[in-house]
């Protein structure tokens, strides 16, 4: 499911107007209705107000919704399964260079 799917399934099971829950993240009915739809990308600041909002785990949120940022940025790619490997790779050396420096 995608990331605006996601989140209007959460609003309408805690059946939530897009109305108000525009109105409780301070936002535009019409620019939650394009996230929501698709149409826009949540900025990670919303995405931790919506995390609030719909008392939902930020990081699970958070989770979805970058990996999404990642899917846009190498989708279109002919080596996107390499890429993807490499970067996993240089993950892999920071998460071990953190582990020494704690």
């Keep these: 499911m995608e990331f605006g799917e996601y989140i209007r399934s959460l609003r309408e099971?805690?059946?939530l107007l897009l109305r108000e829950m525009a109105a409780n993240l301070n936002m535009d009915v019409a620019y939650l209705s394009k996230i929501e739809r698709?149409?826009?990308?949540?900025?990670?600041?919303q995405v931790v107000a919506f995390a609030k909002t719909l008392k939902e785990?930020?990081?699970?949120?958070?989770?979805l919704w970058m990996s999404e940022q990642i899917i846009l940025m190498?989708?279109?790619e002919?080596?996107?399964t390499e890429i993807l490997k490499i970067a996993e790779?240089?993950?892999?050396?920071?998460?071990?260079?953190n582990l020494f420096n704690i």
């Design 89 to 97: 790779q240089k993950i892999s050396k920071i998460d071990k260079l």
């Design 57 to 63: 785990d930020e990081n699970e949120l958070i989770k």
């Design 38 to 45: 698709g149409n826009r990308i949540a900025r990670r600041e």
């Design 13 to 15: 099971k805690r059946n």
């Design 74 to 76: 190498v989708k279109n």
């Design 78 to 80: 002919k080596e996107r």
